[in-house]
């Protein structure tokens, strides 16, 4: 019974002088009087700029732009492209941002002149023209076309799209009836008299301009279309999207 004892004693004090050579061989505080300038918070809050709108839409899609220069479709990005109502204005408006850096590659007014077109060759894209996104900053005429996995999801961005336009619509023409024209986005790009509207992308162009400024579609009124316009004009309607994987992981 004793030595047993003993050798419980023993144990004991070797555990207990291990425990204090290990405090000792910890990193100790230092008070080097040191004061932060700030204090950290464990959380804080991102604003997204969507706080006062209500979401109509949202998916995920591949988003194109069409470029004059090439005249061809150049990716802008993948992410979740949604159409936004402003609880308090009731303005719709179009944004995407790419995802994972969240930088934004549409960001447009929903206005009563805009229409849906479905892409050649695809039954889940769909092409419109806005004359101000505002994704890079400042307003710009842009042709953007949006492409999505499922083709159901495709009909959904058109349907909700196409109830934003004609909301847009009813609203101009209340206003107009009722003598009250608002000074909205749209009023102020209204296209200027004598000019002529593109056939293809719904753009007004100045009279005097012979292809349009968008999509380089010829003026339907000029006399005698080159055959180098006629050409131009024929590529875009019959233009496709670059060949990709449908896979947008």
Not at 163 to 191: M, R, W
Not at 213 to 233: D, I, M, R, W, Y
């Amino acid at each position: 019974g004793m030595s047993s004892q003993l050798c419980s004693d023993g144990k004991t004090s070797d555990s207990k002088q291990g425990e204090d050579v290990e405090m000792l061989n910890e990193p100790q505080p230092v008070d080097d009087g040191y004061t932060p300038l700030v204090t950290l918070t464990d959380s804080y809050e991102v604003k997204s700029g969507e706080e006062d709108e209500k979401e109509l839409f949202s998916n995920r899609g591949k988003l194109y732009r069409y470029d004059q220069p090439t005249k061809a479709w150049k990716e802008r990005g993948i992410g979740l492209i949604k159409i936004l109502q402003h609880n308090s204005t009731g303005k719709m408006r179009v944004l995407m941002r790419r995802e994972h850096i969240l930088k934004i590659c549409c960001n447009h007014h929903v206005t009563s002149e805009m229409g849906l077109t479905p892409l050649t060759g695809s039954n889940s894209a769909w092409t419109w023209t806005t004359l101000s996104d505002y994704s890079d900053g400042e307003a710009k005429v842009e042709k953007l076309c949006i492409r999505f996995k499922l083709f159901e999801v495709a009909q959904n961005f058109q349907t909700v799209f196409t109830e934003c336009i004609d909301i847009e619509k009813n609203s101009k023409q209340s206003a107009t009836k009722s003598g009250n024209v608002s000074d909205d986005l749209s009023l102020k790009f209204a296209p200027k008299a004598g000019s002529w509207e593109c056939p293809d992308c719904s753009v007004y162009n100045e009279r005097h301009v012979d292809q349009c400024e968008a999509c380089g579609s010829t003026n339907p009124n000029s006399a005698l279309p080159s055959t180098a316009q006629a050409v131009s004009s024929l590529s875009l309607e019959g233009s496709t999207l670059p060949s990709v994987a449908t896979s947008y992981g």
